[in-house]
């Protein structure tokens, strides 16, 4: 969700997004095709560029495809991008074809989220790995970073709280500079204030590119590691914003205890 106040125009909305991006005017002409001259007078609002133009820019700086059409609004233009629901007919072989990534993940949990955390789709065994979060935790919407660091989830069951919690954390806050999305920005707010403090460096068992997830179970502790995966060349606002998170087992043991929850 983009917020946009009243006094905001398209060259106030651009003049952001290349802030937020750091890259000069220069820089952004380059990537644009254009001269920073015109990006000057674009963002000074001496010069009104056309719809094309707008949306190179956009896309010169990777904006987000919901707050691209947000900036043509602001500039007087029709959205480019199409936005379906999730849940909708628009989306469902894209559905049908996730919920078959899920299925084949098995006996590992996997889900699909949106931009923030925003649980969508799961498979048995994510919904079998969180059953002893609180039911208020699991009753939709389901935030997933939530379920996964909250007290009365699944924080008091991972062994390297410490290390996971600002992992998630540090992530979630990565996203929100890329994304205008307020919920993100209120959810790292709520989890860094539940999170303990932050180790000094990393643990014993980081493996040099990726924080494992360990996880006390009762057949023994859980060692999980994560992916993310994402449509890079969506064209649809909700497909761009999909998220899906597999865990894995960074074990035989961890694979084997998997196996026998599903």
């Known amino acids: 969700m983009t917020v946009l106040s009243g006094s905001d125009d398209y060259a106030t909305v651009l003049r952001r997004w290349r802030t937020r991006r750091r890259v000069s005017q220069l820089e952004l002409a380059l990537r644009a095709?254009?001269?920073?001259?015109?990006?000057?007078?674009?963002?000074?609002?001496?010069?009104?560029p056309g719809r094309a133009m707008l949306i190179r820019l956009a896309e010169s700086l990777e904006v987000p495809l919901r707050d691209r059409n947000a900036l043509l609004l602001a500039a007087g233009y029709a959205p480019a991008y199409p936005e379906n629901r999730f849940d909708g007919p628009g989306l469902a072989a894209v559905r049908t074809a996730l919920e078959r990534v899920l299925a084949g993940h098995l006996p590992f949990p996997a889900v699909v989220v949106d931009r923030a955390g925003t649980l969508l789709l799961a498979n048995a065994a994510f919904t079998a790995l969180t059953a002893p979060a609180a039911p208020e935790l699991l009753a939709p919407p389901v935030s997933v970073p939530r379920v996964l660091l909250h007290p009365d989830g699944l924080a008091p069951l991972i062994v390297n709280l410490d290390e996971w919690a600002w992992h998630v954390i540090d992530r979630l806050r990565?996203?929100?500079?890329?994304?205008?999305?307020?919920?993100?920005?209120?959810?790292?707010?709520?989890l860094a204030a539940l999170a303990p403090d932050r180790p000094r460096e990393p643990g014993p068992d980081y493996v040099g590119f990726a924080v494992p997830l360990r996880l006390r179970h009762r057949d023994g502790e859980l060692r999980l590691l994560t992916t993310l995966t994402h449509f890079g060349t969506a064209v649809d606002v909700a497909l761009a914003e999909l998220r899906m998170e597999a865990f894995l087992p960074a074990d035989g043991q961890t694979a084997a205890a998997l196996a026998a929850l599903v």
């Open 33 to 48: 095709g254009t001269t920073q001259r015109h990006v000057s007078f674009i963002e000074s609002g001496r010069s009104h």
């Open 174 to 190: 990565a996203e929100s500079v890329r994304n205008q999305d307020p919920r993100l920005v209120a959810l790292v707010t709520e």
